[in-house]
């Protein structure tokens, strides 16, 4: 039985019949074609997956689409300003915050909510803010000096 | 200086994966796409006595049920690549007919029009099994045990002796002869993007396109035509975005194979993407192995000779490389250190486990905590600081290439500057005058060494199992673009931007105006493929080969519409010029009104190749150069790490202190990508060193199945990595490269190792076995068994 909802994301309102069921990764990868939010382990363990829902980061692997009725949503593809990148963008960038690419969508929203949150953040609470996302190949290090560079931005 | 290589050159990958908007299988979507989901075995090993699809056939979405009778000799086996003296090699079939032998193996596949109803039936597949008795532990499997396979009448995959020397008298001449278990534990990869495929098959064209997260398409596309009997030339691998390997892409996959002859039944597309649970249990695992370390020495702290006998854990089936990872422990036992005698002896066990194969250095991770263990150990019996042991042993950096009793020659090499550089970071001495301090005062502080060295650029041919070259094709298009396609099969390491810094520089264009195009088979010439750090050392020498070639090819057309032999022509910056005595003879030899021209840039020279409207006799239009390098041996970079940490006497818990790393890597293209690489392999190390560990029970079950219970470093968990370098260039390749992607998971782990049973060593703990848990490290200060 599909249910109506209706769900912001990045700015653009969107009216969906959607299986009560369907994970929110997947309607924002699936029915919207937004495939920057990754799916790394479907337990809200890795944080590839991670989104903002009215500016709070969410693992949106584990939650239903139809719990965001009524919410705005931001992903990786909403996250640079008119043309601008997110200082969080720029500094894994700068830093070499990346590899594969494949965490680095969810990386860089937590990066961005530890900011709102903490916008000088120590090297400690950097990694503590990070805690949640699960990078494998860059062993972390520039990741921390991307926010770092951020926060000197923003 | 040149403009971008040996410079910090931000990627040019960046921009697509920091915006969301680069494409991994999952993001490739095409129209009608079929899912699928597989069912797999519950048990570690059981019969199959019957299957039951008929519900799940049914259910909603669902277009088609398939199981092992159904498939038949319709798709080839698995393949495995090893061809070791004696190996058996099991029949792997791409879906289990009548025998299970690992929990995890598929069953049977459900393809349905949407993923969540190909997973809703799977549930409704009944299967009978008749669980039989598993095999778990590699020494028991040796001995008898419960046996994987009734037919081979044991459960060994193979033996194999190496090394030389007369390790017998080497021994025996010993002043002292240590001897010490070790175990190098099962590790799950972990690439956080699982693997996935996505097959299309074109009826008409009879054309199988697939796209798949490996680091090996152009051998994966062999493998696959020889699997589902279609003409290599009718299939296309496609890598496109591939989140991370290390190691666990470096295969051939049922599931590979499996959905691309979905895809061909139904003429449809059809997409599989495995789920993390299905990653842990089904993908392959690395390292394995127990061994019995027996090393000789003199009193002086000369090492005499090092035997290892070692059981290594194949798993139940063979996957491409599964059998070769112990030869090359085998390989690399020497370590940095002159040792005149080396014996390996393996037995190759199979279990009722997944395969382990190439993880992240693939067999030289075991032979580095073998022979840097077994120093440590050495020092400790003769009362020596590790340092002292080691530098001991060490061939000056006027012995390269250097013979070891493993039957290598190392290219080049200067232990002694690296270790020297490391202490000198770390302030080696003060660090020990403080951590006697701390001892007085009762606190468990630890310092480790490692000095390694490893194998990269992997390899002469001779030492693979299908070609150990790589290629590369550099082209100058008619507006003036460069466009290098790579048989290398980048994932992460960056180089669409470090080839792109090469032919940047030696074309002198600029970055922005080169291409670097890898991972489709249609495309790119064969290739290769990215793994054993042979990336750049291969990859990249082929592409400056290339390079070469397409410069003088430009240079001759230069010449021509210069008006000049080619030998009159320079090439700087970008711009063919006559030379400047030259130019002075045919400013003066023309007598037409026109000042004839004396340079001439490479853009214009591209264009005019293209054009082909003045070009020299013989000259072959168009402007592209093409380059399969083989190398002539191994590269060999190595190092010293250096760490420091203190145990919590109340918890066990182990806090890093410092961690200082000296690597070699011979030349650098790009310094910033260098340190990513080593702080990746270092918190992988510390990953194996304290967190990781793949645990099955006694019936061979994954406990370790999510990532709720199998550790993954977190980045609270990492202390600040303080790297450095020398620069050593190998003289193997033209530009002294020699490979830096497994260093930190080669030279790290012993270090850490090393560190904690230093901690421990006044309550006379001489050796730990990984991961180093705080659970163990409390019972053995609290004396709880």
Not at chain 2, 433 to 462: F, M, N
Not at chain 2, 682 to 703: F, H, P, R, W
């Amino acid at each position: 039985m599909k249910k109506a909802v209706s769900i912001t994301v990045n700015g653009t309102t969107h009216h969906s019949e959607i299986e009560p069921r369907l994970l929110l990764v997947h309607y924002l990868r699936d029915v919207l074609g937004l495939t920057g939010t990754h799916v790394g382990c479907e337990t809200s363990i890795c944080g590839a997956c991670t989104v903002m829902i009215d500016g709070q980061s969410t693992k949106s692997c584990t939650m239903f689409a139809i719990q965001a009725d009524g919410s705005s949503v931001t992903t990786i593809e909403g996250l640079a300003a008119n043309g601008a990148l997110h200082p969080v963008q720029e500094g894994f960038w700068e830093r070499h915050g990346l590899q594969c690419g494949y965490c680095t969508p969810g990386m860089i929203m937590s990066g961005a909510q530890l900011l709102e949150r903490n916008p000088n953040p120590s090297v400690e609470e950097i990694r503590h803010g990070l805690e949640g996302n699960l990078c494998r190949c860059t062993g972390y290090q520039h990741i921390v000096e991307a926010v770092q560079h951020a926060a000197g931005k923003s | 200086m040149a403009k971008y290589v040996g410079q910090r050159v931000k990627r040019t990958e960046d921009p697509r994966l920091i915006t969301g908007l680069g494409h991994y299988v999952d993001d490739i979507k095409l129209p009608d796409t079929l899912y699928v989901a597989f069912l797999r075995s519950m048990y570690a090993h059981a019969k199959i006595k019957s299957i039951d699809v008929s519900e799940a056939s049914h259910a909603p979405g669902v277009v088609a049920v398939y199981t092992g009778a159904d498939i038949g000799s319709k798709v080839g086996p698995v393949p495995c690549a090893g061809a070791l003296p004696g190996l058996k090699v099991p029949d792997y079939r791409v879906l289990a007919t009548d025998h299970v032998v690992f929990a995890g193996q598929p069953v049977a596949a459900v393809v349905a029009t949407d993923r969540y109803a190909a997973r809703d039936a799977i549930d409704l597949i009944m299967v009978d099994y008749e669980e039989l008795p598993a095999v778990v532990d590699v020494e028991q499997a040796a001995k008898g045990g419960p046996l994987v396979y009734e037919e081979y009448g044991d459960n060994i995959a193979y033996r194999l002796t190496s090394g030389e020397g007369d390790i017998e008298a080497a021994l025996k001449a010993s002043d002292k002869v240590i001897k010490q278990k070790i175990v190098h534990q099962r590790l799950i990869p972990i690439a956080m993007e699982p693997r996935g495929v996505l097959a299309r098959y074109y009826p008409g064209e009879q054309e199988l396109t697939i796209w798949s997260s490996t680091q090996i398409p152009h051998l994966l596309r062999t493998q696959l035509a020889i699997m589902l009997g279609v003409p290599e030339n009718k299939v296309r691998v496609i890598a496109p975005e591939v989140g991370g390997g290390f190691g666990s892409k470096l295969n051939v996959y049922a599931e590979e194979a499996l959905v691309g002859w979905i895809s061909m039944q139904h003429g449809k597309p059809a997409k599989w993407i495995e789920t993390r649970r299905e990653n842990m249990q089904a993908t392959i695992h690395g390292r394995g192995q127990i061994g019995y370390i027996e090393i000789g020495c003199k009193n002086d702290g000369t090492i005499t000779g090092l035997r290892y006998n070692v059981f290594a854990d194949m798993g139940a089936y063979l996957q491409l490389l599964t059998p070769a990872i112990p030869t090359l422990t085998g390989l690399m036992l020497s370590g940095c250190y002159k040792i005149a005698a080396i014996q390996m002896n393996v037995t190759a066990v199979f279990t009722n486990k997944m395969s382990t194969d190439a993880y992240r250095g693939a067999g030289r991770p075991e032979a580095t905590q073998v022979i840097e263990r077994a120093m440590d150990l050495v020092a400790a019996e003769l009362g020596k600081d590790v340092v002292e042991v080691r530098r001991k042993n060490f061939p000056a950096s006027t012995e390269f290439p250097f013979k070891t009793a493993t039957g290598l020659f190392y290219d080049s090499g200067n232990y002694e500057l690296a270790l020297d550089k490391a202490l000198g970071m770390a302030d080696y001495k003060s660090m020990r005058e403080a951590q006697k301090k701390a001892r007085d005062q009762g606190r468990l502080v630890g310092i480790g060494v490692s000095t390694y060295v490893e194998i990269c650029a992997i390899g002469p041919s001779q030492a693979t199992p299908a070609g150990g070259w790589e290629s590369a094709t550099v082209r100058i298009e008619p507006t003036g673009k460069v466009t290098i396609l790579t048989g290398a099969s980048p994932h992460g390491q960056g180089q669409e931007t470090s080839f792109a810094q090469l032919a940047a520089d030696e074309l002198g264009v600029d970055l922005n105006d080169v291409t670097v195009i890898h991972g489709d088979t249609s495309i790119v010439q064969y290739g290769i493929g990215t793994f054993g750090s042979r990336g750049t050392a291969v990859g990249g020498t082929a592409v400056f080969n290339a390079i070469q070639k397409l410069k003088e090819k430009a240079t001759q057309l230069a010449a021509h519409l210069l008006g000049v032999e080619a030998a009159a022509v320079s090439f700087k910056e970008g711009r063919f010029s006559v030379e400047a005595a030259m130019a002075a003879t045919v400013a003066n030899s023309g007598g037409s009104k026109s000042e004839p021209r004396t340079s001439i840039s490479i853009q214009e020279v591209a264009l005019a190749a293209h054009v082909a409207h003045k070009i020299p006799p013989g000259f072959e239009p168009g402007l592209s150069a093409t380059n399969f390098f083989e190398p002539s041996n191994f590269t060999f970079p190595f190092g010293t790490h250096i760490v420091q940490v203190e145990i919590d006497k109340e918890t066990g818990e182990i806090q890093f202190q410092r961690y200082v790393a000296v690597d070699d890597c011979g030349k650098v293209l790009n310094p910033m990508l260098v340190d990513g690489q080593v702080h990746g392999g270092i918190v992988q190390s510390i990953g194996q060193a304290l967190y990781e560990e793949a645990v099955y029970d006694e019936q061979g079950q994954l406990l370790t199945g999510t990532l709720m219970d199998y550790a993954l470093p977190k980045a609270t968990m990492i202390p600040w990595l303080e790297l450095d370098r020398t620069e050593t260039p190998s003289p193997v390749n033209p530009m002294g490269v020699k490979g830096i992607g497994e260093a930190g998971t080669i030279g790290a782990t012993p270090a850490i190792v090393n560190a904690v049973v230093d901690a421990l060593s006044p309550l006379g703990v001489r050796h730990l076995d990984m991961p180093m848990k705080p659970e163990n490290i409390w019972r053995i200060i609290n004396k709880v068994n």
